[in-house]
């Protein structure tokens, strides 16, 4: 989504990078955390990030390289298959986590971190004519 966020815009949105990076914040250290449980070393740990970041970054190019001149259609069906991905994610790996450690609140927390997202969308970063 980044590199196809460069091809419309000409530059990244600054909303995704923010939900990008706050996203993957538990999730790296929920991740971190079961790999030094399982005897991962921290190298082996430290090594596979690397690599996640590497992947990622090529990923990124090849978004903004191969998705030149793609039609609306297909930039939303990305769009929308990266934003089931997340939801996916997150439903199955960080929810029952949360939901252990925090209970009920859980799904109240998610729902407002939603709206905070979708009004932050809506009104923020608008160009004014």
């Known amino acids: 989504m980044i590199g196809a966020s460069l091809l419309e815009q000409e530059s990244v949105s600054f ?66 298959f990266a934003g089931g991905g997340i939801i996916a994610m997150i439903a199955s790996t960080m929810m029952p986590e949360a939901y252990e450690d925090s209970g009920p609140m859980t799904g109240l927390i998610a729902a407002l971190g939603l709206l905070a997202s979708l009004i932050l969308d809506h009104f923020s970063f608008k160009k004014t004519p």
């Open 15 to 80: 909303l995704l990078v923010i939900a990008i990076f706050i996203s993957n914040i538990p999730e790296g250290l929920s991740s971190t955390v079961g790999m030094k449980n399982s005897g991962y070393s921290k190298k082996k740990i430290f090594l596979l990030w690397i690599a996640v970041l590497a992947i990622s970054t090529l990923a990124s190019w090849e978004g903004y390289f191969f998705l030149d001149g793609a039609s609306e259609n297909v930039m939303s069906a990305i769009a929308a």
